[in-house]
């Protein structure tokens, strides 16, 4: 989906004022601050080494109160097994199970808050700061931890 047909969906549903659209990699640092990053369908693309990257740029960013929202198939839960194998053998990823999404999460001081079944392939994880970490009190990461 382009910006543009991003931003007139936004508008579509009264959602325009209370939305922003950024061009952007989560490979490089994310603009900061915002309530919620949500990554649809990203990070089954992943290894585990992108993945704990992804999941970096995202905490960095991420305001003590703010949010990380996966939707994405859920391993033993919401995945198909040939979408497992297409991922495997496509992009090198997976389908992880939630189990694995708590250890990367906890890797960057997140857990996970929320789990929701939205459809029969798609769930919603919801992962918060869980405090520990010196920037979560903050509300920004210190250059110096930022990956």
Same mark, same amino acid.
């Given at each position: 989906?382009?910006?543009?047909?991003?931003?007139?969906?936004?508008?579509?549903?009264?959602?325009?004022?209370?939305?922003? #659209?950024?061009? *952007?990699?989560?490979?490089?640092?994310?603009?900061?601050? +915002?309530? &919620?990053?949500?990554?649809?369908? @990203? /990070?089954?693309d992943?290894?585990d080494?992108?993945?704990?990257?992804?999941?970096?740029?995202?905490?960095?960013?991420?305001?003590?109160?703010?949010?990380?929202?996966?939707?994405?198939?859920?391993?033993?839960?919401?995945?198909?097994?040939?979408?497992?194998?297409?991922?495997?053998? #496509?992009?090198? *990823?997976?389908?992880?199970?939630?189990?694995?999404?708590? +250890?990367? &999460?906890?890797?960057h001081?997140? @857990? /996970?808050?929320t789990?929701?079944?939205?459809?029969?392939?798609?769930?919603?994880?919801?992962?918060?700061?869980?405090?520990?970490?010196?920037?979560?009190?903050?509300?920004?990461?210190?250059?110096?931890?930022?990956?």
């Amino acid at each position: 989906m382009t910006l543009r047909h991003g931003q007139a969906r936004f508008a579509t549903h009264g959602l325009a004022d209370r939305t922003e #659209i950024t061009e *952007g990699s989560f490979f490089d640092p994310l603009p900061s601050g +915002a309530d &919620a990053y949500l990554l649809s369908d @990203i /990070l089954h693309d992943w290894d585990d080494e992108h993945a704990h990257h992804i999941f970096a740029q995202c905490a960095a960013a991420a305001t003590p109160s703010g949010r990380i929202l996966i939707l994405e198939p859920i391993g033993e839960r919401r995945a198909r097994t040939d979408m497992d194998l297409s991922m495997l053998a #496509i992009y090198g *990823g997976r389908e992880r199970r939630i189990e694995e999404f708590r +250890a990367l &999460a906890a890797t960057h001081h997140l @857990i /996970l808050d929320t789990i929701t079944d939205l459809t029969d392939q798609r769930c919603l994880l919801e992962f918060r700061c869980d405090g520990t970490d010196a920037w979560c009190s903050r509300g920004s990461r210190p250059r110096s931890l930022q990956p």
